[in-house]
Every structure is written in C-alpha cells, then in structure tokens.
C-alpha cells in the first residue's frame, strides 16, 4: 500500500473516532437530560385536602323609633313658663343580642336653647303619639339645652339611655321643654336634633 494510501486510511480512521466520541457524547447528553427529566417527574409528587363552603355573616346594630318622620317639637309663640312636653319609643332589633344604647343632640337656631329648661327621662309605656300611660324609670338628664346640645355631643359622651342583653328591646324616652323667665329669649328660635346611637359590647 503507497504511502498516500496509508495516509488517507488513517485520516479515515481519525474522522471515524472523532465521529464515534461525537455520537457518544450525544448519547451521554440524551441520557443525562433523560435521567434529570426522571428525576424531575418523580420529584413532583404532591397531595392536596380543602375544606370549601365555609359562610361568614356579621351580626347587626339596629335602632328605630316610632316617629314616622315627624318631629317631636314644632311650635311657635311660646312664652315664659309655656312647657313642651313630648314622648318617643327607640326599639333596639340587631341580631347582636348586647348593645348600649346611648342618647345625644345638637341644636341650632338663633339662641333659644341658652333660656330652654330640658328634662330627659327614661322608662316604658307611651308612644309617639301621646304620653299617656308613660313611667318613668330614670332622669337622664336635667339643665338648659343648650348645655345638653354641647355636652352630650356623641356616643361616648352621651346620656347611657339603656342597654339591652335580648333583641329586640325597647324604651320611652320623655322630654320636657319649658320657657324661662327672661326677656332675652324673646323673638329666638332652637332647632334642636336628638340622636341615639347603639354600639354593641
């Protein structure tokens, strides 16, 4: 065999390896990537358990009264001495069984409130309509209005009316206006607002 052909069986056999490690290096990478994919899948496993339809509902705060939109006091000409009285009944219906109930106000107008005599009383019987059959079980508060009106602001600082420990509840709540003997209360006017509010404990 010539020298040439010594040569080019022998480059043949090079290309042949390099060849052969080239295949073999592929077959160790598909095998390689393919055992990492095993592991991978079988490194997966996993379990799961719920617990669904679970239903989470707030109880209730809830105060009406019998006023049917109307106000308690509207009246004009009154005069030193003259005595406004008038009833209203605050029921209590939230689904929260325990509550305080508490009374406040504010009041406007041109100055009538300073020379209003206030009396605020608490108890059962009577109604929107009419006093009758009202007893009283506490005195919740006595002054002028217009010291009520910026004492008794808002819940925390308001009248403790009732507190309740059963829904739903009510009260009858009394007030009593009268006029005092001053010649400055002439010509004004009070616009008074009495709220109560219900938070539970």
Do not use: K
């Not at 390896?17 to 055992?35: G, T």
């Not at 379990?47 to 106000?71: E, F, H, K, R, W």
């Not at 010509?187 to 539970?200: K, S, V």
Request: aromatic share 8%; with cysteine; glycine share 10%.
């Amino acid at each position: 065999m010539s020298d040439a052909s010594l040569l080019e069986a022998g480059a043949q056999r090079r290309r042949s390896a390099r060849s052969l490690a080239r295949i073999a290096a592929v077959v160790c990478a598909c095998l390689l990537v393919s055992l990492l994919v095993f592991r991978s899948t079988h490194g997966a496993f996993a379990s799961t358990t719920s617990n669904a339809g679970n239903t989470i509902t707030a109880g209730t705060v809830n105060l009406t009264d019998d006023d049917a939109g109307s106000a308690m006091f509207s009246v004009s000409g009154v005069g030193p001495g003259d005595t406004m009285q008038h009833c209203i009944t605050v029921t209590y219906t939230g689904t929260l069984a325990s509550a305080d109930i508490r009374m406040y106000g504010a009041s406007g107008g041109t100055g009538l409130a300073q020379y209003l005599d206030t009396t605020i009383e608490v108890g059962t019987g009577g109604s929107f309509a009419s006093c009758t059959g009202f007893s009283a079980q506490a005195t919740l508060y006595t002054g002028t209005l217009a010291t009520f009106a910026t004492t008794d602001t808002d819940w925390a600082s308001g009248l403790a009316a009732f507190s309740t420990s059963s829904s739903p509840a009510s009260r009858t709540f009394r007030i009593t206006l009268g006029v005092e003997d001053n010649n400055s209360a002439q010509g004004l006017t009070a616009t008074p607002t009495f709220t109560w509010e219900a938070q539970n404990t």
